[in-house]
């Protein structure tokens, strides 16, 4: 499967952008599918996943409330609503997918669940 991430851009504090992600080679409903972003010297984070059986969602901690992961079959894409922007959400945002298998809960945090990657698109918040 392969994945190609967009949407990202500029926006200021407080505001919104919307991500998506095409998934191609593949029916978007056979995949568990994730959102993760890194900034500049920091460790790639969890942000949202959501599992092939819906309607198991998942959050990172910083994001809950304010960001929000769907899954469009109709355009065979994944998308990442983000609401209420703040300038600590400024990364490279990927997004990943679980090709095989149904994990547990907890390996949806964890990036080497994820056996696809999307090339990631940048998110800048200024305050």
């Known amino acids: 499967v392969q994945l190609q991430a967009s949407g990202g851009g500029t926006a200021q504090a407080g505001g919104s952008l919307r991500l998506s992600c095409s998934v191609s080679?593949?029916?978007?409903?056979?995949?568990?599918l994730g959102w993760f972003r890194q900034a500049p010297g920091k460790e790639r984070e969890f942000v949202a996943a959501?599992?092939?059986?819906?309607?198991?969602?998942y959050y990172g901690d910083s994001v809950k409330g304010r960001f929000t992961i769907s899954r469009d079959r109709a355009n065979n894409a994944v998308h990442l609503q983000m609401n209420s922007l703040k300038p600590e959400d400024t990364a490279v945002y990927y997004c990943a997918a679980v090709a095989t298998g149904n994990p547990i809960s907890s390996a949806y945090f964890r990036s080497s669940t994820y056996s696809s990657w999307g090339q990631g698109t940048q998110v800048t918040v200024s305050s």
């Open positions: 959501m599992r092939r059986n819906a309607p198991g969602t």
């Open positions: 080679g593949g029916t978007l409903s056979n995949y568990g």
